[in-house]
């Protein structure tokens, strides 16, 4: 079966540092990965995401991930932190292989601190 | 573009009552998901919707939630009766379905129930 595990609840950085919000899965199908944010009071947007091909993928507000299979991980970076990126984040497996992004398996999310 | 509607936005009540969410997904979304996501965890998929069929309903608390999207296009979500762990934000979001599409997520209900 599929999970996903996110390492750290919560996560602390100054305003220009580097972000780093680290995520594991298990997978017994090839992975689907993705990465949303959730902002207070708010659903969920879709920040970025892994289908196939490249493993370096880009998304939305210059936030990145890697997909590296052999390490089972999709950490999501950030190379300098900006005050508005104060949020949850939850990274995100499809259960069944599929590139759908609305049935997913979430993990237990990681809340971002921006310090000043 | 409008996006996922979702009603009420707050909703407190006594356990053993029921309650009821709506979703009213973006336009010519046919498929439509509920999540329960409780404080802390991330969110899990209560039940999928395909038009006015579900897809996948395994992880329903069947004895006391029900779903229906009669039209195929909004949808309610019923806690029928509620529990003190039902205290949660339900989220709904719809996709045109096809492959490699996006999810819109509404914004939520937030449910406390006392």
């Known amino acids: 079966a599929q999970s996903v595990t996110q390492l750290g609840s919560h996560v602390s950085v100054s305003e220009g540092a580097l972000v780093l919000l680290r995520c594991n899965y298990s997978?017994?199908?090839?992975?689907?990965l993705f990465w949303y944010v959730q902002y207070p009071n708010q659903g969920l947007q879709l920040l970025l995401k892994?289908?196939?091909?490249?493993?370096l993928v880009k998304g939305i507000n210059g936030f990145e991930a890697e997909f590296k299979k052999s390490e089972t991980s999709f950490h999501l970076t950030k190379p300098s932190a900006h005050m508005s990126d104060a949020a949850e984040y939850f990274c995100?497996?499809?259960?069944?292989?599929?590139?759908?992004?609305?049935?997913?398996?979430f993990g237990q999310g990681t809340t971002l601190q921006v310090k000043p | 573009e409008a996006g996922v509607a979702q009603s009420p936005r707050y909703k407190i009540i006594e356990k053993r009552q029921s309650v009821a969410f709506w979703c009213n997904p973006i336009s010519g979304h046919a498929t439509l998901y509920w999540y329960q996501q409780i404080l802390g965890q991330g969110p899990k998929l209560l039940i999928q919707?395909?038009?006015?069929?579900?897809?996948?309903d395994s992880q329903l608390p069947k004895d006391r939630f029900s779903a229906e999207r009669l039209k195929g296009v909004d949808s309610t979500l019923k806690i029928q009766p509620a529990k003190l762990e039902d205290s949660a934000v339900y989220l709904c979001?719809?996709?045109?379905?096809?492959?490699?599409?996006?999810?819109?997520f509404g914004q939520g209900t937030r449910l406390t129930v006392v």
């Open positions: 979001a719809s996709s045109d379905g096809g492959k490699d599409t996006e999810a819109f």
């Open positions: 892994y289908t196939t091909g490249a493993t």
């Open positions: 997978s017994s199908v090839p992975p689907y």
């Open positions: 919707f395909q038009n006015n069929g579900v897809v996948d």
């Open positions: 995100a497996v499809s259960p069944d292989g599929s590139s759908n992004t609305g049935k997913l398996i």
